[in-house]
């Protein structure tokens, strides 16, 4: 097939590029550690036989399932194992979930136990990529110490509904902040000298029906949007592997969607590594092949072996090519050569640093957290108060974590054991870092007491008697579900009796993504913890005590009810293998991007997040320079009595309109500042986000005219404003941060289709 061959040439073409300057060595015939990885892929793949390329595409489930062991090099409860070829120095691959750290499967015995980061989405709060890459630094050394050289970490589907029950381990509604939060992960992880691998690709944003449902969007507003927040996370993490998703789009499943795969990724994108499928999101041999995906994983989830029999039937009788089966190997090679996972090999067993890793997730919770409403300052928690009553959410034990395949073990064991679901996608887990515990140390001369809450009226009677109360709300989440819009159970109805006990009432909400709160207007003070990870005990303590500075804001719009949602009622009856079309006729607008073109005003606002300083945001200022460049620069201020972390956020408007919305995120900055000082902050502004794509072009076009530039402290927090003016310009679909505006990209035809 003529497309594949041209992305193969993509392939070697590179390869011919930094060949050019080496000595005269016949590379192909001795890859040494220091040619290329191209050079290196390609030679091996050149000695292989048919059968050691068809074993680099076909990866195994790596604990037991359905009966079925793995097999015996994997390790212990892994999401997979790929065999490697010993007689040529390539070492399997061992793979393993996710995002927060080291999982193991549910099905295994023994559990390891390891350090969590806090869920995706509250990394995603920091709006700080350095500690985003800290974080991914951290697990990925986790990994590599437990034998593994590949992390199915790296998940950055948009927050399109706030009941999509994987929203925690993704990087929120905005394409800008979400790629450059989960591309500095990916970085992190793989400094390693181990691949991560991005996910879900793409537009998996519900998993209701994941198996089996079929997004319609219009290519445009998907290249505007979700594949948005892939291209930026390529480019800023530049990943070994994608992992392509379940569900299908515009008609063809991810993993056999010609034009996400070949078109996008591999064609206008310029990506050089492999495709590796979700477990069971295979189809088909001959299609799959041609149409993109690479290697095949976790069989035995799919029903058949695709890739193992039926793709070597395929390449025999032609129906694959051999020159596409050496593409899929020399994309697996090219990986594990580039990221060193070849000449670093990975073992079990490797030492961990529990204190630094442990510090490094509390810094991400602490800046994680979100204060969301702090009205008449009642936090920070004074010297002055000393009853507090503690209610609800385990708070006693632990903190919660979001569960399925990526969920971590923690040291010491589940906090809260045994509470439903037990099996999959749970168990619910309860990290044992318990707020209590950690306010009392904090708060010695006060008498911390905790009461379960299970009854709402003892609950109320405890508040009364306190000076303060502080309720733990939360919501549990997994993999394979979506869930309401709420806290779990009756919860709603317990904060509603403590606050009309107790007007010094404090909420701490831990939730996978937004919940409606309908008491918010009687809550004096509201934290929105997320999932918080190992040390989230630790790190609410601090916030709530004021030893840290509340510095997040929020990387999704918290709705005031699904009315303003573009699907309200959410489609589907909560089985991940429903089959429906699901229309995304909201196109690029997501989030805050939906509600401003809708003039609808949400319960707090995309972007939004107090602290316990005050800031002055601006002035700013832009300039425009060639190719679409736009420099903006802007004071921060603290002009408060504590130290913090301030978030310059820049939303940019065209004057002429034309967009999907009224306005886009376009650049941020998160710096720290002492009582009473500024510093001038220069972003430069990605040329994308003030274009629209154009399919027919095949080109990101900005159209020429007065661009209003906005500096705030949230999406509906604007503060500062500036305008440029910018001529008109296209940029071909395969333009990326550095090069110029050149010549449009081949289009289809040119590429003999
Ligand atoms: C999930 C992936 C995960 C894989 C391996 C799938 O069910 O969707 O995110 O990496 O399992 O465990």
Redesign the pocket.
Known sequence: MQMNNWSRRGLLGAAAVSLAGLATASIAEVPSSHASAEARAEAAVKKMTRDEKLTLVLGY?GSDWEGKKPPTPARYGS??YVPGIPRLGIPPQW?T??GVGV?T?GGAATKRERTSLPSGIATAATWNPDLAFQGGRMIGSEARASGFNVM?AG?VNLARDPRNGRNF?YGGEDPLLAGIMVGSQIAGIQSNNIIS?T??YALNDLETG?KGHDVRIDPAAARMSDLLAFQFAIERGDPGSV?CA?NKVDGDFACENDWLLNDVLKGDWGFRGYVMS???AVHSTVKAARNGLDQQ??YP?DDKPYFGSLLKQAVASGQVSTTRLDDMAERVLYAMYAHGVVDNPVAEGGAIDVAANEAVSQADAEQAIVLLKNEGNLLPLGANVRRIVVIGGHADKGVLAGS???LVYPRGGNAVPGLDPTGWPGPVMYFPDSPVRELQRLAPNANVTFVDGTDPAAAAAAARAADVAIVFGTQWSG??IDVPMKLDGNQDELIDAVAAANPRTVVVLQTNSGVAMPWAPRVPAILEAWYPGTRGGAAIANILTGRANPSGHLPVTLYASQSQLPRPVRPGANSEMDEFALPYSEGAAVGYKWLDRNNLQPLFPFGHGLSYTSYEYGPISAAAGPNGAVRVQFTLRNSGSRAGAAVGQVYASPASGGWEAPKRLVGFAKVDLAPGTARIVSVDVDPRLLATFDEAAHAWQIAPGSYKLMLGASSRDLRSKTSVTLPALTLPASWRPGQEAAAPTPQRGERGR
């Open positions: 489930f999401a997979g793979q979930d996710a999982a499967q199915l998940g381990e691998t996910k879900h994941r992992m379940y979700d477990w069971g994983s976790g989830f399925g395949s990526s993999e394979s």
